[in-house]
């Protein structure tokens, strides 16, 4: 059971460049979501997902496209990178009927864009 | 719209000192609390929650937690730190069910 997994674990690419950041799960959880740590701001959403197929906009979408096909995996593009997309991004996880609301966090994906 | 407000960007304090970590968040409806907490160059985990019931909440690593509705307050302690819980913790709250909304941090320096 590895729980939740991402990668790259570091990354630059330059401004205009693409990619995809990668976030997996075992725990055949419903609910996936990505957030973006910067310092001073505490982790804010990006995009969350409540089951495969099913995507929305959390407080700092623009520039990010997500989708789900199955429940493990669910992969946050960046469409054309710019510095202000310098962060870490973390994915999580939680169970959809799980009352305790916990959220498994992966170990992070550092990203600079120069 | 709920909100959450960590008092203290930084908190230095001696090893073996007791320490609080102080959050404040807004909502005018019921709110599930959290406090992770985030080691150097690691994902995020769950120190402890309050979800309903008792107002006094005890997490992992020694760490409790006090709701106090009247305040809107959820605060973080622990009575005897030691330099492992260096970190940098994370108050949070679910809105809607789903969407956690988290406090800008609050980094804790443990000296020797």
């Known amino acids: 059971n590895a729980g939740v997994t991402q990668t790259p674990k570091f990354q630059v690419l330059k401004t205009g460049q693409s990619m995809t950041l990668q976030c997996a799960q075992d725990?055949?959880?419903?609910?996936m979501s990505w957030y973006r740590q910067d310092p001073g701001m505490g982790l804010r959403l990006i995009h969350y997902?409540?089951?495969?197929?099913?995507?929305d906009q959390g407080e700092v979408p623009n520039g990010y496209n997500v989708s789900r096909s199955t429940t493990e995996d669910f992969p946050l593009r960046l469409l054309s990178a710019a510095p202000s997309q310098t962060s870490v991004y973390f994915c999580?996880?939680?169970?959809?009927?799980?009352?305790?609301?916990?959220?498994?966090f992966g170990p992070g994906t550092r990203l600079t864009v120069t | 719209a709920q909100s959450v407000t960590q008092l203290d960007s930084q908190v230095p304090v001696f090893e073996e000192a007791p320490v609080e970590l102080r959050c404040n968040y807004s909502?005018?409806?019921?709110?599930?609390l959290f406090w992770y907490v985030q080691y150097p160059n690691q994902g995020l985990q769950l120190l402890l929650k309050?979800?309903?019931?008792?107002?006094l909440v005890k997490g992992i690593n020694g760490f409790e937690a006090e709701f106090n509705k009247s305040q809107t307050s959820f605060h973080l302690r622990k009575p005897s730190v030691h330099i492992s819980d260096t970190a940098e913790y994370f108050c949070?709250?679910?809105?809607?069910?789903?969407?956690?909304?988290f406090g800008a941090g609050t980094r804790l320096f443990v000296k020797a």
């Open positions: 949070a709250v679910i809105r809607g069910g789903f969407k956690t909304i």
């Open positions: 997902s409540v089951g495969a197929g099913i995507t």
């Open positions: 309050y979800l309903s019931g008792s107002t």
């Open positions: 725990m055949n959880h419903e609910y």
């Open positions: 909502s005018s409806v019921s709110v599930y």
């Open positions: 999580a996880s939680r169970a959809a009927f799980d009352r305790t609301y916990e959220q498994y």
